[in-house]
């Protein structure tokens, strides 16, 4: 046995899911040794590998960025034939992830009370937008929309500024992620129990819990908290300045970085203002406070600025861009950035994983993302033992 092997090594994964959440979580089971494959309709497709621009040679960006490790089958579940395939290769799985409706599973006959019947050991995960039953358990959702639902754009944004989204599809990622720790917690139970079970979580609950300290705010105050921009609800100074040549990100609130802080900026006066004397009356006058230290900051330019903090031991950072962070010697140095390479398109940058581990190298055997239908035939014969005159009547007759 390789000591060495990625722990979920020889575990079969059928992913059902599409679009952002459900296939991200089915990488980074993929990631860690899983072999997943990607049920895909005939001819379409995951809607990803048609959005864009930008696209690299015909896939979509974010198709890209969330399907590596994988394999791709083609299979028409409309037809009755296609049912029975997709029932045939649940009932060989660990692992089944979905991210339909509620009614879809069931319908298909894939329901985890019928393929559990037949397979006690399997684990059944559902991702949802509004969460597996409820009022709104039909509403479909869509990351924006749930940043909406959820609170997070009512408090993201400048302050007095309007609802901003954040950058990415946060809560696509935060869901996926959280469905994949939910799979590993139920295959370890079942390691203990000799069973499976079904999990759920949504884009909904994952964006709930991560209102965090916000939610507390307002459970314990009654108070909705406000947008804060770069700034802290509880800090002062903590936030993005403008510097002479760009901006510059200092967290200065805790009384030992406070006065380090105006050593840099040569304000060792305010140390002893009665009104920012302490963190509470600087977070009390912080708009007082902001409208002298702002220009003070825009004096310095931003990597003379990052070099006087840093050596008081201030916490600051530059704003990079993408290049920046990509060219950034720790981001490297940590493996961020991993090339991988496929046939028909060439070499693909992937992100890195942001967890390493000791006793195995997670980044091994990295695959690109498939084309579409890629590996039915091979996946057909090696998890099915259909032959090559099964597969080609398969073809024949639409269900591949």
């Known amino acids: 046995m390789d000591t060495r092997q990625k722990p979920l090594t020889g575990l079969k994964v059928i992913d059902f899911t599409r679009v952002f959440a459900g296939p991200y979580c089915s990488m980074l089971l993929a990631d860690l040794g899983a072999d997943v494959v990607k049920v895909e309709l005939p001819g379409e497709g995951d809607p990803l590998r048609t959005q864009g621009p930008p696209f690299h040679h015909g896939l979509g960006i974010t198709f890209l960025a969330a399907n590596r490790n994988k394999r791709s089958?083609?299979?028409?579940?409309?037809?009755?034939?296609?049912?029975?395939?997709?029932?045939?290769?649940?009932?060989?799985?660990?692992?089944?992830?979905?991210?339909?409706?509620?009614?879809?599973?069931?319908?298909?006959?894939?329901?985890?009370?019928?393929?559990?019947?037949?397979?006690?050991?399997?684990?059944?995960?559902?991702?949802?937008?509004?969460?597996?039953?409820?009022?709104?358990?039909?509403?479909?959702?869509?990351?924006?929309?749930?940043?909406?639902?959820g609170g997070y754009m009512s408090i993201t944004g400048e302050r007095g500024g309007q609802p901003i989204k954040l950058g990415t599809s946060a809560f696509d990622m935060i869901a996926g992620m959280n469905c994949h720790a939910a799979i590993l917690t139920a295959l370890l139970q079942r390691s203990l129990t000799g069973k499976g079970q079904k999990v759920?979580?949504?884009?909904?609950?994952?964006?709930?819990?991560?209102?965090?300290?916000?939610?507390?705010?307002?459970?314990?105050?009654?108070?909705?908290?406000?947008?804060?921009?770069?700034?802290?609800?509880?800090?002062?100074?903590?936030?993005?300045?403008?510097?002479?040549?760009?901006?510059a990100i200092i967290g200065a609130g805790y009384q030992n970085i406070w006065e380090a802080?105006?050593?840099?900026?040569?304000?060792?006066?305010?140390?002893?203002?009665?009104?920012?004397?302490?963190?509470?009356?600087?977070?009390?006058?912080?708009?007082?406070?902001?409208?002298?230290?702002?220009?003070?900051?825009?004096?310095?330019?931003?990597?003379?600025?990052?070099?006087?903090?840093?050596?008081?031991?201030?916490?600051?950072?530059?704003?990079?861009?993408?290049q920046q962070v990509f060219d950034h010697r720790q981001v490297r140095h940590r493996g961020m950035l991993r090339p991988v390479r496929h046939p028909?398109?060439?070499?693909?940058?992937?992100?890195?994983?942001?967890?390493?581990?000791?006793a195995f190298d997670v980044e091994q055997g990295w695959t690109a993302p498939p084309l579409l239908g890629e590996h039915t035939e091979e996946v057909l014969h090696e998890w099915l033992k259909l032959t090559p005159s099964d597969i080609a009547q398969l073809r024949t007759n639409k269900v591949i």
């Open 344 to 358: 028909a398109y060439g070499e693909l940058p992937q992100i890195g994983p942001a967890a390493k581990y000791s």
């Open 200 to 247: 759920e979580t949504s884009l909904l609950e994952g964006e709930v819990a991560f209102l965090a300290n916000a939610a507390l705010e307002y459970l314990l105050t009654g108070k909705n908290p406000g947008k804060w921009g770069s700034e802290h609800a509880q800090q002062v100074p903590y936030k993005a300045f403008q510097t002479s040549d760009g901006w």
């Open 261 to 322: 802080f105006l050593k840099v900026i040569d304000r060792r006066d305010l140390i002893d203002d009665a009104r920012f004397i302490d963190l509470a009356g600087r977070v009390t006058h912080r708009d007082a406070l902001y409208a002298i230290l702002d220009p003070e900051v825009s004096k310095f330019k931003t990597s003379d600025l990052l070099t006087k903090l840093d050596g008081a031991k201030v916490p600051c950072a530059p704003v990079n861009n993408m």
């Open 73 to 149: 089958i083609t299979l028409d579940m409309s037809s009755d034939d296609g049912k029975q395939l997709a029932y045939r290769l649940c009932r060989c799985a660990d692992v089944v992830v979905e991210n339909f409706r509620p009614d879809v599973m069931p319908r298909l006959g894939l329901s985890y009370e019928r393929l559990s019947d037949d397979n006690s050991r399997l684990i059944f995960a559902s991702i949802s937008g509004m969460g597996a039953d409820g009022p709104d358990k039909n509403l479909g959702a869509f990351d924006l929309t749930i940043q909406a639902i």
